[in-house]
């Protein structure tokens, strides 16, 4: 082997044993600029992080990853090259790229088209793209790989990833960005793409150890990785912008300063797309610590019911909630407090189309007749179809119904929410240790947030009305008079009856 041969051999093996070399050295000769690693304090770039995952997926240690990082740190460049130089290592291979919609996925597609049509890549590997192909989203190498492009929730007619039968690494599916980031908040959107990743995507593999890759960064609680991770059969590479040591994972893209002004301005946006975590940081409004579990129920002074009804225009998941509460008096060993609490006696969940809902409020409702203490109100927030079920109510004797109105002067949700709060925070709203709700309505309430970044409220709605109505407002029951009340009574009706003299005085001056 000549010197030339000798140096072109080395620099093929160092080519293909390093996708961080490849990488850097097929940008630059593409773009002309460098790529860029990036310098974080306290770790080692994320670049080489992403990069010694994806070698475990070639070597065939890996075959589900998850790898979730920050917008704009240069997730897509590593995904395309790494298409590209697995084609140089493994010329037969079979991949599918997809992502959110199909014009995104062609455009990389294109790109690692053009990175395996350079000079510099014909010169130290013998792939070739074939005469024939000039579609940017699909195309074969004349060595029997191939590489299309797909969108989520399109169809994939007679193609696959990977090689039947084969024992060496035979390409996969990627997947770079699944959800779009404003459409992941739709529920028939966002199940639409987890439903058609399992009963589609995933039966596109040519086998059974044929890897499928994610990569992307968090949108909602609810997306398509959160259901993943689920299933403990992925690996997970989670890169949160700033580390559990307060550190920025790319200084040169956003040093901490204006990592901590954006998690500021958009706590939700950041938590998801920047921590990979879709929850702001610090948690929820309500704490789980907040709720009395009782082991036996209060004697209740009232009872009374809150409802809040699906939209009949909303996607058919969202909920409708009928919430069963009694107000009682705090005591302590049996020594009255002088404050009132809130006790939630039951409560119901539940998705049902609006032409039952009638029938389901009444076996609700017959329930919560059979109580020791009868509830005296219902209260329904006034929508579309809480104004037709607070219409049917009101022609049936011994119901008292309050309509619920939401307007600019009762507030946002967010509003609602932490008024609330503070009641919630003195530990004035309880429940049953038996409780066959107990469970779930502590665990919605821990899942509200401050910026409406939680997918269902419906429950949180009625405990709000019900804090209203009973503990702000004393509707249900009127608050107690203390002794200061009285105090203040007693000196108002005096200053009455001197006013009362003084000007009987002036008449008869």
Same mark, same amino acid.
């Given at each position: %082997?000549?010197?030339?041969?000798?140096?072109?051999?080395? &620099?093929?093996?160092? &080519?293909?044993?390093?996708?961080? @070399?490849?990488?850097?050295?097929?940008?630059?000769?593409?773009?002309?600029?460098?790529?860029?690693?990036?310098?974080?304090?306290?770790?080692?770039?994320?670049?080489?992080?992403?990069?010694?995952?994806?070698?475990?997926?070639?070597?065939?240690?890996?075959?589900?990853?998850?790898?979730?990082?920050?917008?704009?740190?240069?997730?897509?460049?590593?995904? +395309?090259?790494?298409?590209?130089?697995?084609?140089?290592?493994?010329?037969?291979?079979?991949?599918?790229?997809?992502?959110?919609?199909?014009?995104?996925?062609? @455009?990389?597609?294109?790109?690692?088209?053009?990175?395996?049509?350079?000079?510099?890549?014909?010169?130290?590997?013998?792939?070739?793209?074939?005469?024939?192909?000039?579609?940017? !989203?699909?195309?074969?190498?004349?060595?029997? #790989?191939?590489?299309?492009?797909?969108?989520?929730?399109?169809?994939?007619?007679?193609? #696959?990833?990977? +090689? @039947?039968?084969?024992?060496?690494?035979?390409?996969?599916?990627?997947?770079? !960005?699944?959800?779009?980031?404003?459409?992941?908040?739709?529920?028939?959107?966002?199940?639409?793409?987890?439903?058609?990743?399992?009963?589609?995507?995933?039966?596109?593999?040519?086998?059974?150890?044929?890897?499928?890759?994610?990569?992307?960064?968090?949108?909602?609680?609810?997306?398509?990785?959160?259901?993943?991770?689920?299933?403990?059969?992925?690996?997970?590479?989670?890169?949160?912008?700033?580390?559990?040591?307060?550190?920025?994972?790319?200084?040169?893209?956003?040093?901490?300063?204006?990592?901590?002004?954006?998690?500021?301005?958009?706590?939700?946006?950041?938590?998801?797309?920047?921590?990979?975590?879709?929850?702001?940081?610090? #948690?929820?409004?309500?704490?789980?610590?907040?709720?009395?579990?009782?082991?036996?129920?209060?004697?209740?002074?009232?009872?009374?019911?809150?409802?809040?009804?699906?939209?009949?225009?909303?996607?058919?998941?969202?909920?409708?909630?009928?919430?069963?509460?009694?107000?009682?008096?705090?005591?302590?060993?049996?020594?009255?407090?002088?404050?009132?609490? &809130?006790?939630?006696?039951?409560?119901?969940?539940?998705?049902?189309?609006?032409?039952? &809902?009638?029938?389901?409020?009444?076996?609700?409702?017959?329930?919560?007749?059979?109580?020791?203490? @009868?509830?005296?109100?219902?209260?329904?927030?006034?929508?579309?179809?809480?104004?037709?079920?607070?219409?049917?109510?009101?022609?049936?004797?011994? %119901?008292? +119904?309050?309509?619920?109105?939401?307007?600019?002067?009762?507030?946002?949700?967010?509003?609602?929410?932490?008024?609330?709060?503070?009641?919630?925070?003195?530990?004035?709203?309880?429940?049953?240790?038996?409780?066959?709700?107990?469970?779930?309505?502590?665990?919605?309430?821990?899942? +509200?947030?401050?910026?409406?970044?939680?997918?269902?409220?419906?429950?949180?709605?009625?405990?709000?009305?019900?804090?209203?109505?009973?503990?702000?407002?004393?509707?249900?029951?009127?608050?107690?008079?203390?002794?200061?009340?009285?105090?203040?009574?007693?000196?108002?009706?005096?200053? #009455?009856?001197?006013?009362?003299?003084?000007?009987?005085?002036?008449?008869?001056?």
């Amino acid at each position: %082997m000549n010197q030339n041969n000798k140096k072109k051999y080395d &620099l093929t093996c160092e &080519l293909m044993s390093s996708l961080i @070399k490849f990488t850097q050295c097929f940008y630059k000769e593409r773009t002309g600029r460098k790529f860029e690693l990036s310098f974080p304090d306290g770790r080692i770039s994320h670049y080489i992080e992403i990069a010694d995952a994806l070698h475990r997926v070639i070597k065939g240690e890996c075959n589900r990853l998850i790898i979730n990082v920050p917008p704009r740190y240069g997730k897509t460049e590593m995904l +395309i090259h790494f298409v590209a130089w697995a084609l140089a290592r493994y010329p037969d291979s079979n991949f599918l790229y997809v992502s959110y919609s199909h014009s995104l996925a062609k @455009k990389q597609t294109y790109t690692i088209k053009q990175i395996i049509q350079l000079l510099m890549y014909d010169y130290f590997f013998d792939v070739k793209i074939k005469d024939d192909v000039s579609a940017k !989203d699909n195309f074969e190498v004349s060595t029997g #790989g191939s590489v299309y492009a797909a969108g989520a929730g399109g169809t994939i007619t007679g193609r #696959g990833a990977g +090689i @039947k039968n084969s024992n060496h690494f035979g390409g996969c599916i990627v997947v770079d !960005d699944i959800h779009k980031p404003d459409e992941v908040t739709s529920d028939t959107i966002r199940e639409g793409i987890n439903d058609w990743y399992y009963n589609t995507l995933q039966s596109r593999v040519n086998s059974r150890t044929t890897p499928i890759i994610f990569i992307g960064q968090r949108l909602h609680e609810d997306d398509l990785v959160a259901n993943l991770i689920k299933t403990n059969e992925w690996e997970t590479l989670i890169i949160p912008a700033i580390d559990v040591a307060g550190n920025a994972l790319h200084p040169q893209m956003h040093d901490i300063k204006t990592l901590r002004k954006m998690q500021h301005e958009n706590p939700y946006v950041f938590a998801a797309q920047y921590q990979q975590d879709p929850q702001p940081a610090g #948690g929820g409004i309500f704490k789980t610590e907040w709720f009395p579990i009782l082991e036996h129920e209060p004697q209740m002074l009232a009872t009374f019911l809150t409802i809040d009804t699906a939209e009949t225009d909303k996607d058919y998941n969202d909920a409708t909630v009928f919430s069963f509460w009694g107000i009682y008096d705090i005591k302590i060993k049996d020594v009255e407090t002088g404050q009132r609490g &809130l006790h939630c006696i039951d409560c119901l969940e539940t998705r049902i189309e609006p032409k039952d &809902l009638e029938n389901t409020l009444f076996n609700f409702y017959a329930g919560c007749m059979r109580y020791k203490v @009868k509830p005296s109100i219902v209260a329904i927030e006034k929508k579309s179809t809480g104004v037709t079920l607070a219409s049917v109510l009101k022609r049936y004797p011994g %119901m008292r +119904i309050i309509d619920i109105e939401r307007t600019k002067a009762s507030g946002s949700k967010t509003t609602r929410f932490l008024e609330a709060q503070p009641y919630v925070a003195q530990r004035l709203v309880s429940l049953s240790e038996s409780g066959r709700h107990t469970e779930m309505f502590v665990e919605h309430m821990r899942k +509200i947030t401050a910026n409406n970044s939680h997918r269902f409220d419906d429950i949180c709605d009625t405990m709000c009305d019900a804090i209203k109505l009973s503990l702000i407002d004393g509707t249900i029951v009127p608050s107690p008079s203390t002794p200061d009340d009285y105090n203040k009574m007693a000196k108002n009706m005096m200053s #009455g009856f001197n006013r009362i003299d003084q000007m009987k005085k002036k008449a008869y001056e």
